[in-house]
């Protein structure tokens, strides 16, 4: 696993992966994003860059990593996914939809929240937020096809089995709607 969320790399190390990961998914149809830094984004020419609601805007994420950029928000209430779409985001973070090992929270916006975002809004969203195999049909169930997953992967017995299960289970989906 390159990077954990309780693991901080000084910049230069964020920038040597990030350089890394680039060459890994330059030929590939695998997009490369960096979280939270726009500055690093630009430099390891990522195809975008995350942000949360503490962090930097999407007018300036663009102001320093350019026009070109995908720009993602997340997203914990209808009023803040309706203002990233007013903001030019390109894709949405939806969550915390279930309780998550990767980050805490007090508060779960849930399937109802899910619902409403795909009812309304036509930017990609992923659901985010201890997705698990077990819980992906409800997720599938509430409107969505993407997901962001990161321990039910990491701390598998059988990464690959599992990250293969997720595709085979959103492909299948997607396919039916």
């Not at 830094?37 to 990593?65: C, F, M, N, Y």
């Amino acid at each position: 696993m390159l990077f954990r969320s309780d693991l901080r790399l000084d910049d230069r190390k964020l920038v040597a992966y990030g350089r890394r990961l680039r060459e890994l998914t330059r030929e590939t149809p695998t997009l490369f994003v960096m979280n939270n830094r726009p500055d690093l984004a630009a430099l390891t020419q990522a195809d975008g860059v995350h942000v949360g609601q503490d962090d930097l805007s999407v007018k300036e994420v663009r102001a320093i990593a350019g026009p070109h950029l995908l720009v993602g928000v997340s997203t914990h209430t209808v009023a803040q996914a309706r203002q990233a779409v007013m903001d030019g985001a390109n894709y949405l973070g939806c969550g915390p939809t279930f309780a998550s090992r990767t980050k805490s929270f007090t508060e779960f916006p849930g399937l109802t929240f899910l619902q409403t975002v795909s009812s309304e809004i036509s930017l990609p969203a992923f659901a985010i937020g201890g997705i698990s195999l077990e819980n992906l049909p409800q997720v599938q169930a509430s409107g969505f096809s993407r997901v962001a997953i990161a321990s039910a992967v990491t701390e598998s017995d059988d990464p690959k089995l599992t990250a293969e299960q997720f595709m085979e289970a959103l492909n299948r989906h997607e396919h039916v709607h």
